[in-house]
């Protein structure tokens, strides 16, 4: 094959259409069915506040933006994580998270919610941005990186 096989390429070239979406959609909480607060400890933590982790080489806050961005394209239109409060001081971080689905089947939503953050939340955070390195022996070897709390959250007032 030569060069000039390829030399109309860009005619066909089609960019997908979640590339094309520049920075993160708004956010809408009437095109959500559910909403939760979510806080998350370390489980078996090695510190004792966010601001310890830089000893491990862990930038916490850029790293747990980062896997939110990255939750919140992979799941565009299904669930959303928003970062409600994450201090320097405190050893825990709180988030809210929004899904489609109904509130109906309060067994099929907690199930739901636990594969998103025990499977891709968690996951993405140990390995991806390195948490492993702020969680002792036990969270290692449990392969648990959190303990968490699941509270509904209505924002309609009543």
């Given at each position: 094959m030569s060069d000039p096989f390829f030399s109309n390429y860009k005619a066909f070239v089609?960019?997908?259409?979640?590339?094309?979406?520049?920075?993160?959609?708004p956010f809408e909480p009437k095109d959500y069915a559910s909403h939760f607060?979510?806080?998350f400890s370390l489980y078996d933590a090695v510190i004792s506040s966010w601001r310890?982790?830089?000893?491990?080489?862990?930038?916490?806050?850029?790293?747990?933006?980062?896997?939110?961005?990255?939750?919140?394209a992979k799941r565009r239109g299904t669930a959303r994580l928003h970062l409600l409060e994450m201090e320097e001081d405190?050893?825990?971080f709180v988030l809210a998270l929004s899904l489609k689905i109904q509130k109906d089947n309060e067994k099929a939503v907690m199930e739901t919610?636990?594969?998103?953050?025990?499977?891709d939340f968690a996951t993405d955070l140990l390995i991806g941005e390195t948490w492993y390195q702020i969680i002792g022996a036990k969270g290692k070897?449990?392969?648990?990186?959190?303990?968490y709390s699941v509270q509904p959250y209505d924002y309609r007032p009543k």
């Open positions: 089609v960019i997908p259409a979640d590339e094309k979406q520049m920075g993160p959609e607060i979510l806080t310890e982790a830089t000893k491990y080489k862990v930038q916490a806050k850029k790293g747990l933006t980062n896997v939110i961005d990255g939750f919140n405190q050893a825990y919610i636990t594969n998103l953050l025990e499977k070897f449990e392969r648990k990186l959190f303990s």
